[in-house]
């Protein structure tokens, strides 16, 4: 089992940034990718970016340029800096670590973009 617990939420002006964390317990040795996914009000959870073990980055194409996501192994943790950030980035931000049979969800964090 991992437990993943998210923090760094909040409520922002447009354009401003937060950073998002999320620290990893548990059986950590089996996982290969950690990342993050969003869901807005109404709409499918979405991914935002994703990291491996090794360093590989995806990033969905509506964040590319805006958000950064890092990992440091040595704490088991995997970050989300969010700059320039728009109304449109509001959502449940959710940290998601993937072995190579199971997939693990942290509970959330609110971020929320006002205009």
């Known amino acids: 089992q991992v437990q993943l617990v998210e923090s760094g939420g909040g409520l922002v002006q447009a354009g401003g940034s937060l950073r998002l964390s999320c620290a990893a317990s548990g059986s950590i040795y089996s996982i290969n990718v950690m990342g993050w996914y969003r869901q807005a009000p109404g709409k499918q959870r979405e991914l935002v970016a994703t990291?491996?073990?090794?360093?590989?980055?995806n990033y969905a194409d509506s964040v590319k340029g805006r958000f950064t996501i890092s990992r440091d192994n040595a704490r088991n943790t995997v970050y989300l800096q969010m700059n320039s950030l728009k109304p449109e980035d509001t959502a449940v931000y959710y940290c998601?670590?993937?072995?190579?049979?199971?997939?693990?969800w942290g509970q959330g964090t609110q971020v929320t973009v006002s205009s």
């Open positions: 998601n670590a993937q072995s190579r049979v199971v997939t693990y």
């Open positions: 990291i491996t073990r090794i360093g590989s980055i």
